[in-house]
């Protein structure tokens, strides 16, 4: 079988003669195995002879992208078998077979029906063979064979990125290295140049290149500077053929910045700063900023702020605000305007993190000059110290001086000052202070063991500005005085046994002392001067603040003596030297042998004596029946006491008590009691009534007093009328007869005992004048016919 070709493509296949033999090299079975060899015998001897081949062709190639009318022919298949008349038909399978590759089932011409595209696919392996149309029988093996596409410059370079971005170190030297671009070809790159890109710069010269087979891009320029431009924008050809004319191409953009680097130092944009400051500002207050300016950014503008040594170094500080970077001007010690009025400063601004490249370019930092400016103010009161701390004896007497607080005006108007004690810090009043001179005294008496510390706060206050006022405290501390005698710690229970021999420790005693002696106590243990010898016990003083009570006698008798008081004189070593005499009481009781107190009470004695406790109780019954008795007679017999002269409810009869008996004279205290006429003040007194019982649920109003200046007639009325109208009156009358005359009449007295004394008649016809009820004195002494015997 043989294989025929159009004149153009074997004028295409000698043109690329060379690169077709490499691709014939590449693949040698491929033909073999498209070719039907039966191979070489040996016939005894004969020479060799090879079978004639059925199949005959070689591989097929295409061009990409044909854009001609008719479809492209590729080849034709023929088998020696096909005698021409029509009885074989050609069968092709494969890839694309069909769609792409379509053959004549008759000539065995083949034609590529779409256009193709080497970058999709570049070979494709398809299948042939011939079928007898009569017996539907291959008149050959299947075979096998290749079409392969021939490239063409169809595709140009394309970046992997549409935009790239790249930054650079300012100051950077020639050739530094800043990105590398890539672009690729889809083209076949064994095949001619239609793969080989070349790199150019379209924009950014001269401050970049780029290697033209690398695409890196390079610095051209030294010592760019960000400060002068930041961003630089580079435009990137990629072209393929070598870069050769007729070449496509793609381009690409580069956008670089240039990072700061510390290439500039702080600079500030005025030599002198001024600042105004008042005398009184608490430490710490901001006065004002500065700022140096830096071209760098990031840490490399980071600076900091100092103060140089010189003229208010010591007075003034300065603080770097790491947002802002600023220098705050802070008060550092206390200002006085009196002692200096302007300070003169230096600041330094300088860099954070100097670069070690630029050090030669100079130094790093700036000064400028800070002048502030401090203005007065009236200020108050300074004390000469922060606190006072005053040492009293507690025995010191009211009103004495203990110690004094000073203060002065800090102006230099120097105003008077005058002080007082804080009361919020002496409610007790125990202080008081000199408003002049702030000595401060006592004004009432001390005692440490109340209490040892007294905190009290001194106002010193400017009399012109009351305004202007400062505090100070004072910490009194009373010194201890040896003003109390030492007494027992604790109540003692002691007990002596009956059966204790002599010399026994019965009871370790201590005592306590509410001083505090500075070099501690030291207590002393003796027996009263009266009973310097004790002949049931004896006191001895263990040295260490105890005393130990011994028994001096063999044995001790409940029966005759229960109790014993020991007084005992105890005294301490401080001076004045104070003693007090504590006694103990030991009482004696029945022991066991090993001394332990088995009963020391008064029912044991009568237990002992044969009593028993149902006795005792029996006993004790008894009595409180008596007492119960004794006291219900009592009542009944204060009961019958209290009953009221009436009776009877039912017995509301007039009753009129007459008083008519002359009474038995001074001595008679039974009598009616007409001191109450005598003296109207007595009236007041609350005085029971005579016919009804003393109590009553009515309790006794008090009336007006009506003893000044009153007619009797007039007081015996209002007295009716007020107990007419009292709700809580008796249901009963009572008339009591009042023998009130008055206070002095005007008249003198009206006896005519004294008549006979007279030298002269009397003359009475004044009492005319005095109304109906002195008319019968009037006719017995008005007329010159009066009886005068």
């Known amino acids: 079988m043989r294989t025929y070709h159009c004149i153009p493509l074997l004028i295409w296949t000698y043109m690329f003669h060379t690169v077709d033999t490499i691709l014939l090299q590449e693949k040698p079975n491929s033909y073999l195995s498209s070719k039907k060899i039966v191979g070489l015998t040996k016939d005894d001897g004969k020479m060799l002879r090879r079978t004639k081949r059925g199949w005959m062709w070689n591989q097929f190639f295409l061009l990409e992208e044909y854009t001609g009318t008719d479809t492209q022919y590729v080849g034709k298949l023929h088998t020696d078998q096909d005698k021409g008349d029509g009885n074989l038909k050609y069968i092709l399978t494969?890839?694309?077979?069909?769609?792409?590759?379509?053959?004549?089932?008759?000539t065995g011409d083949i034609h590529a029906a779409k256009k193709l595209d080497r970058e999709e696919k570049s070979l494709y392996i398809l299948r042939a063979k011939a079928i007898d149309r009569k017996t539907g029988r291959q008149v050959e093996p299947e075979s096998e064979f290749i079409i392969k596409i021939h490239d063409i410059n169809d595709n140009e370079p394309k970046f992997t990125k549409d935009l790239y971005t790249a930054s650079v170190p300012e100051m950077s030297g020639v050739g530094t290295s800043v990105i590398q671009v890539t672009a690729t070809d889809a083209d076949d790159v064994n095949y001619g140049n239609s793969a080989k890109v070349v790199y150019s710069i379209l924009q950014g010269q001269p401050y970049f290149s780029v290697d033209p087979e690398s695409g890196v891009i390079k610095t051209a320029l030294p010592d760019m500077s960000r400060e002068n431009r930041e961003q630089y924008q580079v435009v990137i050809q990629a072209k393929d053929m070598g870069g050769q004319m007729g070449g496509l191409s793609g381009t690409t953009t580069v956008n670089i910045t240039l990072t700061d680097v510390n290439n500039n130092p702080p600079r500030f944009p005025q030599s002198t700063?001024?600042?105004?400051?008042?005398?009184?500002?608490?430490?710490?207050?901001?006065?004002?900023?500065?700022?140096?300016?830096?071209?760098?950014?990031?840490?490399?503008?980071?600076?900091?702020?100092?103060?140089?040594?010189?003229?208010?170094?010591?007075?003034?500080?300065?603080?770097?605000?790491?947002?802002?970077q600023e220098g705050i001007i802070t008060v550092k010690q206390n200002l006085d305007f009196e002692n200096q009025m302007l300070y003169t400063l230096r600041v330094d601004a300088s860099n954070t993190h100097p670069d070690p490249r630029f050090l030669h370019l100079g130094p790093f930092k700036d000064t400028a000059v800070v002048k502030i400016s401090v203005e007065d103010i009236d200020e108050p009161p300074v004390f000469s110290k922060v606190s006072y701390l005053i040492e009293v004896d507690e025995d010191v007497k009211e009103g004495s001086i203990i110690g004094q607080v000073t203060a002065y005006d800090p102006d230099?108007?120097?105003?008077?000052?005058?002080?007082?004690?804080?009361?919020?810090?002496?409610?007790?009043?125990?202080?008081?202070?000199?408003?002049?001179?702030?000595?401060?005294?006592?004004?009432?008496?001390?005692?440490?063991?109340s209490s040892p510390w007294h905190n009290i706060t001194v106002t010193a206050t400017e009399i012109n500005n009351p305004k202007q006022s400062s505090h100070i405290p004072v910490f009194i501390r009373i010194l201890d005085i040896n003003d109390h005698a030492p007494e027992f710690a604790m109540y003692y229970e002691t007990f002596v046994c009956e059966n204790a021999k002599p010399g026994q420790l019965i009871q370790t005693v201590s005592v306590m002392d509410k001083d505090d002696p500075p070099r501690g106590h030291?207590?002393?243990?003796?027996?009263?001067?009266?009973f310097t010898l004790n002949?049931?016990?004896?006191?001895?003083?263990?040295?260490d603040n105890t005393a130990g009570i011994m028994t001096r006698k063999d044995g001790y008798s409940r029966n005759k003596m229960s109790?014993?008081?020991?007084?005992?004189?105890?005294?301490?070593n401080d001076y004045p030297i104070q003693s007090s005499t504590g006694t103990l009481t030991i009482r004696v009781c029945a022991c066991d042998n090993q001394g332990n107190m088995q009963s020391c009470t008064a029912e044991a004695l009568v237990l002992s004596a044969g009593l028993s406790t149902g006795a005792l109780v029996a006993i004790l019954l008894c009595v409180l029946i008596l007492l119960?008795?004794?006291?219900?007679?009592?009542?009944?017999?204060?009961?019958?006491?209290?009953?009221?002269?009436?009776?009877?409810?039912?017995?509301?009869?007039?009753?009129?008590?007459?008083?008519?008996?002359?009474?038995?004279?001074?001595?008679?205290?039974?009598?009616?009691?007409?001191?109450?006429?005598r003296n109207p003040e007595a009236r007041e007194d609350s005085k029971l009534r005579r016919d009804v019982m003393p109590e009553t649920i009515f309790q006794i109003r008090r009336t007006v007093p009506l003893w000044e200046n009153i007619d009797v007639q007039d007081f015996i009325h209002r007295r009716l009328k007020e107990n007419d109208a009292d709700p809580s009156a008796p249901p009963y009358d009572s008339l009591a007869t009042y023998a009130y005359e008055g206070n002095d009449s005007i008249a003198d007295s009206?006896?005519?005992?004294?008549?006979?004394?007279?030298?002269?008649n009397q003359d009475y016809d004044y009492l005319s004048d005095w109304g109906p009820r002195f008319k019968k004195l009037a006719d017995m002494y008005g007329g010159d016919d009066s009886d005068r015997d």
């Open 94 to 106: 494969g890839d694309g077979a069909g769609s792409l590759f379509v053959i004549d089932e008759n």
């Open 273 to 324: 700063y001024q600042f105004n400051s008042p005398e009184s500002v608490p430490l710490g207050t901001h006065l004002g900023r500065i700022k140096a300016n830096d071209p760098d950014v990031g840490e490399n503008a980071e600076m900091e702020y100092s103060i140089a040594e010189g003229d208010g170094a010591d007075m003034f500080d300065v603080i770097t605000d790491k947002d802002t």
């Open 412 to 449: 230099a108007r120097n105003n008077l000052i005058k002080y007082s004690v804080d009361r919020h810090t002496d409610m007790d009043r125990i202080f008081g202070i000199h408003s002049e001179n702030g000595s401060i005294f006592t004004l009432k008496a001390l005692d440490r063991e």
């Open 522 to 530: 030291k207590f002393y243990f003796e027996p009263v001067p009266e």
């Open 535 to 543: 002949p049931n016990f004896t006191i001895v003083d263990n040295k």
């Open 563 to 572: 109790t014993y008081l020991l007084p005992i004189l105890i005294f301490d």
């Open 628 to 677: 119960i008795l004794v006291v219900l007679f009592a009542a009944l017999k204060r009961q019958r006491k209290k009953e009221p002269l009436i009776i009877s409810k039912d017995d509301v009869r007039d009753n009129i008590v007459t008083y008519n008996d002359e009474g038995g004279g001074e001595e008679d205290t039974q009598a009616f009691d007409i001191g109450t006429l």
């Open 750 to 760: 009206l006896s005519s005992l004294e008549s006979l004394t007279a030298d002269c």
